[in-house]
């Protein structure tokens, strides 16, 4: 199975084309350019050194959040357009469990994956992996720090990820002092997204591009400000 993997959810925006369990190739970029500018652009790239059409993918994976709400919104669009023109399906991946799957081992390990929300919150879970699988332990949404560290268990290791961590490392250092683990893992994940996404599409779980939808936790400014 050959599958496209798209993340446009931080500035970290990162493509990926995956052949089964193989990443042929990723292309992985951290800027202040918008994603608009930069996403075909890196798509085409990614094709042509591989020597690939669009037409020859057997699906696609992309993240539908939680994230940038405008970096979500240029990700599902472009990669819809994609699977309507080809009848292909899409498998939604959170960006906060592909975040996690990179840590997945040793089994048993409690990962927190976070994400900088803006407005001095943080997009985050706690994630627990046994046999393989990812289990919530406290569900994926949008918290301030104080709140969401409050929720971890005392007494657990557990490894952060994400650019979330900026905004809390003191704290989460002073909580949790040695059980508190801090990854320097990258922060793209494209392939990861790609490989949970393979296993989604493998049992059929895709949806249509009339069915994705974005992966949002609160509403945007621009809503908030309509709502005033």
């Not at 994603?35 to 993918?57: G, P, V, W, Y």
Request: glycine share 8%; net charge positive; proline share 5%.
């Amino acid at each position: 199975m050959r599958i496209l993997a798209v993340d446009t959810t931080t500035p970290s925006g990162s493509v990926a084309v995956l052949e089964d369990d193989c990443l042929l190739a990723e292309i992985a970029v951290e800027s202040r350019s918008t994603h608009s500018t930069r996403l075909l652009a890196a798509i085409n790239l990614l094709l042509s050194s591989l020597h690939l059409d669009i037409r020859e993918m057997d699906g696609y994976a992309v993240t539908p959040g939680p994230g940038s709400f405008t970096g979500i919104r240029i990700g599902l669009s472009t990669v819809k357009s994609f699977a309507f023109a080809s009848g292909k399906p899409i498998a939604p991946v959170s960006s906060l469990h592909a975040l996690a799957w990179k840590i997945r081992e040793p089994a048993g390990r409690l990962v927190a994956p976070m994400l900088d929300a803006k407005k001095g919150e943080i997009y985050a879970a706690l994630v627990e992996f046994r046999k393989g699988r990812a289990f919530e332990k406290i569900g994926q949404g949008a918290y301030a720090p104080d709140q969401f560290l409050a929720r971890l268990p005392a007494g657990r290791d557990v490894v952060f990820i994400g650019n979330g961590i900026d905004l809390c490392r003191v704290k989460i250092a002073d909580r949790f002092k040695a059980k508190a683990f801090f990854s320097d893992r990258s922060p793209f994940i494209a392939y990861e997204v790609g490989r949970l996404g393979r296993d989604l599409l493998k049992k059929g779980k895709g949806v249509s591009s009339l069915e994705l939808e974005p992966l949002y936790f609160r509403k945007s400014q621009a809503e908030d400000r309509h709502k005033r």
